[in-house]
């Protein structure tokens, strides 16, 4: 099986799907800011990282596509990207010659997306050929060699922006002349998989029809048959309402594997943790080993390089609130790579605990030494103010409260700034020293770590 150095290689070379990426810090505690999604991939697109040329790159493709007509389409950038660029540079076949992909939007034309590629020769750029996607959102866009050729393929995943409908995923294969499309399903996220070892890239698709079926399943290129191959799938039942959170990797230190974080009633939801064995995928986890009130994000929260699930624990001193009022703390377990229908009691291992804000505006990991040993005073709410104490000493060591953004100016001597929003200020404080990370991206986070450390 893969190092953790192979592993992460792999994810940086090859990139993975994915609807959520989190950034964790080990055993530091963390502050999670505000962050916003936006459905429009126009609004999204930022100044590609391009080569020297860029300017002269852009100037062709902006020639390229006006010379289409009254409709020469807009440049777009796959809504479920983490990669900023609009334009992809690769040399895709291996010739030796570069190429650019890039894919664009035509809403008034009876097929709506469509990509372009461009063919670097010489100083200039020119274009080499067109061709169609499908739907009218781009959700996902990746160069990787997936049929295991030594050349990079277009794997793209396109969407009618509709939520409850099957998204399409298509494999295109470029020879230098002419591109092919060798793979049409149907998905709602799709990871770039190595279950079953042998080192040679798959792509595991989930599928899901709300409450009527979902099923897991891997496919692999067979090069002897020009063709994918499905290696194994799985049902994974009829009540599923959706999938808040996907995420493939190392699940143990020698396995890989896909954690399926699952919404089944209202806002209850579990985990399925899904291996391959003996050629067949399997879940792993017992039935109601991972279930939670609430979602909990499945992943590798403690930067080992092994992901792990996350269950919810009640604060001790709680038990006769309102399960509404309750600020549930957070634990992560790891799996031990052999023991099937795991749970807490066999084949789960307590790895980490921290609280996390329900609306995810921040987040607070716990250091080791107060696993298990921490709550939330009862007195507390949720809403308005934290007060985290020590059960054997009774010590308070953090506090987190929720201002009136009018009541900022006269507090902000005595509360760190956590979160800010429009009509709200949530401010902190404790035996902890805040250390901002200028430079971090929506999703990251700045770390807490205890003073004297």
Known sequence: ???????????????????IKQTTAGLMALLLSGCSFISDPVSLMTTPDLPAD??????????????????????????????????????????????AVVFYKTPNQEVQIHGMIMQEQGSSWVKKL???????????????????????????????????????????????????????????QVEITDLNGDRVDELTVVSLQRYELSFIATYQYDSSEDDFKELSKLDLGQNIE??????????SKDKEGVILDTTIVSNSSTSKMIVMENGELIDVLKEDAAYKELPVLSQDVNGDGILEIGLLEEPAGWKDARYEDIPFLSSYYQWDGETRLASKKEGLSFVSQRYEDME?????NFPVEWYNLITIDPASDKDEYLR?????????????????????????????????????????KGDMKLIKNEKKASSEVAPIERKGN
Do not use: C
């Not at 099986?1 to 609807?19: A, F, P």
């Not at 995810?360 to 607070?364: D, I, S, T, V």
């Open 130 to 188: 067109d061709f169609d996607g499908e739907g009218t959102v781009l959700e996902s866009f990746e160069l990787i060699d997936i049929t295991n050729d030594g050349k990079l393929d277009i794997v793209a995943g396109f969407s009618r922006g509709q939520e409850e409908l099957q998204n399409g995923l298509a494999v295109y294969s470029f020879t230098g002349d002419s591109l092919r499309k060798i793979l049409t399903i149907p998905f709602t």
């Open 388 to 428: 985290f104490v020590m059960t054997n000493t009774g010590k308070t060591v953090a506090e987190v409260k929720f201002f009136p953004a009018a009541e900022w100016e006269q507090e902000k001597q005595e509360w760190k700034l956590l979160v800010k929003d429009d009509d709200q200020i949530i401010g902190y």
């Open 242 to 251: 959706s999938y808040y959170n996907i995420v493939s990797g190392n699940v």
């Open 54 to 99: 860029k300017a002269t790159l852009m100037g062709a493709v902006s020639s390229a596509l006006s010379a289409k007509g009254s409709e020469k389409g807009d440049i777009i950038r796959p809504r479920r990207d983490p990669d900023p660029s609009s334009i992809r540079i690769e040399d895709l076949n291996g010739d030796g010659v570069m190429e």
């Open 1 to 19: 099986m893969y190092s953790q150095e192979q592993v992460r290689y792999r994810k940086v070379m090859h990139g993975t799907l994915k609807w």
């Open 360 to 364: 995810r505006r921040f987040f607070l």
